[in-house]
């Protein structure tokens, strides 16, 4: 089992610009999430999914899209993109029962200037 | 709305026992767990803890009190390898959603 993977593990983005940061995981997980890390701090949650076709908002969500179309694959898409978006952005997963714990994909690091 | 309180920095001495304490307040509570985090690298779980009490795992120990808001990590035996930050962390919005805290840095030395 690959996990959860995650990519790209870079990138550096222009004020305006668009991308997708793309997040799998092959454990057959129900819950999704996506979380951003800035320096020192701790994880906000941006948004999240319970199953295949079904998102919501977390914390901080404004600037972000979600969509969840197979079990497998939790994009997250940015829309012209701005500094106070520069962040460690991680994908993690985990199953629906309770106590269950949140495995992490290895995060993207994403600069805008 | 719910609130995870958690001291910035430590530091300890390799071999000592530390205490990282956390205190939360949610509205409904579900469970509280720990994750480490060294630098650079995605958090890992550590401990889960939903009845009060002290659950043991190895040099790693993680306590609960519901009626106070309250749970630490417990680390014995320190080694320099224990040097990362220890996330806390609530459910919440039933069993969906997951909050973390600002988490801890903990440095080791020798």
């Known amino acids: 089992n690959a996990g959860v993977t995650q990519t790209p593990k870079f990138r550096i983005l222009k004020i305006g610009q668009s991308m997708t940061l793309q997040c799998t995981q092959d454990?057959?997980?129900?819950?999704m999430y996506w979380y951003r890390q800035d320096p020192g701090m701790g994880l906000k949650l941006i948004y999240y999914?319970?199953?295949?076709?079904?998102?919501d908002k977390g914390e901080v969500p404004n600037g972000y899209n979600v969509s969840r179309s197979t079990t497998e694959d939790f994009p997250l898409r940015l829309e012209l993109a701005a500094p106070s978006q520069t962040s460690v952005y991680f994908c993690?997963?985990?199953?629906?029962?309770?106590?269950?714990?949140?495995?992490f994909g290895p995060g993207t690091r994403l600069t805008v200037l | 709305g719910q609130n995870i309180d958690q001291p910035t920095e430590m530091t300890a001495t390799e071999g000592a026992i530390v205490q990282i304490n956390c205190t939360y307040q949610?509205?409904?509570?579900?469970?509280l767990f720990w994750y480490q985090q060294h630098a650079g690298e995605a958090p890992t779980f550590l401990s889960y803890?939903?009845?009060?009490g002290l659950e043991e795992k190895g040099r790693f120990s993680s306590f609960l009190s519901r009626s106070k808001g309250y749970s630490y990590l417990l680390l014995k035996e320190l080694q320099m390898k224990d040097s990362a930050s220890y996330l806390c962390?609530?459910?919440?919005?039933?069993?969906?959603?997951?909050?973390f805290g600002t988490g801890t840095k903990l440095q080791v030395i020798p």
């Open positions: 999914s319970v199953g295949a076709g079904i998102t």
């Open positions: 993690a997963s985990r199953r629906s029962e309770g106590g269950t714990e949140q495995f």
């Open positions: 803890n939903v009845l009060d």
């Open positions: 962390a609530v459910y919440t919005g039933g069993y969906q959603k997951v909050t």
């Open positions: 949610t509205s409904g509570f579900n469970g």
């Open positions: 454990m057959n997980h129900n819950y």
